[in-house]
Nanobody, 121 residues
Framework: QVQLVESGGGLVQAGGSLRLSCVAS????????MGWNRQAPGKQRELVAT???????NYADSVKGRFTISRDNAKNTVYLQMNSLKPEDTAVYYC???????????????WGQGTQVTVSS
């Protein structure tokens, strides 16, 4: 099995910064894309940012220029540096990873349990 554990969420004032981390562990042969999604109360889960194992990144328009995704492939860890936070960034942030558990097995998408980010105005 594969587990993803997020950390780094919390309460911050508007304009502040937070750094989220997510570590993948378990039966991992390789990880392709890793990323972050978020879900605010009463809203659907939305993509925030993703990064492939080659380093290609993709961001939601709402966070471009403020958030930066990065990875440490040796540690199976993905980060999300969030700057200039706004109240509308308040949500539960979920890490996800496309993991292959063996060379002959297909890639599956795994999710973390989520970490709360609250931005006060």
């Amino acid at each position: 099995q594969v587990q993803l554990v997020e950390s780094g969420g919390g309460l911050v004032q508007a304009g502040g910064s937070l750094r989220l981390s997510c570590v993948a562990s378990g039966s991992i042969f390789s990880i392709n894309a890793m990323g972050w999604n978020r879900q605010a109360p009463g809203k659907q889960r939305e993509l925030v940012a993703t990064q492939t194992s080659d380093g290609d990144t993709n961001y939601a328009d709402s966070v471009k220029g403020r958030f930066t995704i990065s990875r440490d492939n040796a540690k199976n860890t993905v980060y999300l540096q969030m700057n200039s936070l706004k109240p509308e960034d308040t949500a539960v942030y979920y890490c996800n990873a496309a993991v292959q558990t063996a060379r002959w097995r297909p890639t599956y998408n795994y999710w973390g349990q989520g970490t709360q980010v609250t931005v006060s105005s």
